[in-house]
Structures are given as C-alpha cells and as structure tokens.
C-alpha cells in the first residue's frame, strides 16, 4: 500500500464534491483526507485528496478523476518534494504543569497559543501530519478536551 495525494482543480460548480466522493465510493476506494477550498480564482476551487492504496488503484483514481465533470487539472504531489500542511485545533485541560511546559511545548512544535480561560487552553498547529501527530501525542497526557483537523493540503513546488 502506498500513500498518495492528488491536487485537483476543479470549475466551482455545485455538485462536484458528490461526483469525487462517488467515485471513490463506486470504486470501494477509502479517503484518508479530503480538503476543498475555493483558490484565489472564486471560479475555480482546489480539492487536496489523501489516499493510501496499491500502485494499480492510485493510477486508477488519477484516471477516474480526470473524466470527470468540471475537473481541470490532477496532479499527483510528491510529500518528500512538495509542500504538505495539516493544521489542527486542540483544546486541552489547563493545569500548572502544561502552563509551565507551554513556552517549550510552543517553541518545539511552531504552535499558537490561540485561547485561555480558567480551565482550557486552545493550541493551533500547523506541520506536516507527522509533526501535528507528534504534537497531539505530546500535550495528549493533559488531557484533549477536544480537537479538529483539516486533513493534508498541498501545493507542487514546481510547475510540472
């Protein structure tokens, strides 16, 4: 099994998030993560996917996805070439140990102290999936209240 991610650029038209996730399902195909955002063009919109599968089924997924409706561009992303982000939300139980550590912690982790009251703190991280996976499992003994991810987003590094 193999992870990939695709970049796809799409028209930003209704209905396409149905067709792609349809694909997927028809196929029997699982999605580790999927991101969409319109870009900086309000007609075109970017779906970062994240799929883990054998080499026969991610070319497959490529092919299925060019035929589709409104879909522009498919790009697979090399994550050891390509700039790969995941950010996340976590809100953990505050405590005199974690407010000790949070300097350090903070430093460690490039992560933003986003909001504090009497018994929460609200962390945001921003890395590849591995580091916000180390981060979660670092603060993970104060106690996660709670948390949201946004999957893996992905932009080439060059143009191919």
Do not use: W
């Not at 029997?28 to 993560?33: A, E, P, V």
């Not at 994240?50 to 090399?78: A, F, G, P, Y």
């Not at 405590?95 to 986003?114: G, H, P, R, T």
């Not at 996976?133 to 191919?160: Q, W």
């Amino acid at each position: 099994m193999k992870k990939m991610i695709l970049s796809v650029k799409t028209h930003n038209n209704s209905g396409v998030i149905a067709r792609v996730s349809s694909l997927f399902t028809r196929r029997g195909f699982n999605l580790d993560s999927l991101a969409v955002e319109e870009t900086h063009e309000s007609t075109i919109s970017r779906l970062t996917i994240c799929v883990t599968e054998d080499e026969r089924s991610l070319l497959q997924i490529k092919r299925q996805l060019e035929k589709l409706v409104d879909i522009t561009e498919v790009e697979v992303l090399e994550p050891e070439i390509d700039v790969t982000r995941d950010l996340a939300l976590i809100k953990v139980k505050s405590s005199a140990e974690l407010n000790k550590k949070i300097k350090d912690i903070s430093k460690s982790y490039y992560v933003s102290v986003i909001d504090v009251n009497g018994s929460e703190i609200m962390f945001q991280v921003c890395g590849t999936k591995e580091v916000v996976d180390d981060f979660i499992n670092i603060i993970r003994p104060y106690g996660i209240i709670e948390s949201a991810r946004t999957g893996v987003i992905a932009l080439s590094t060059v143009n191919r």
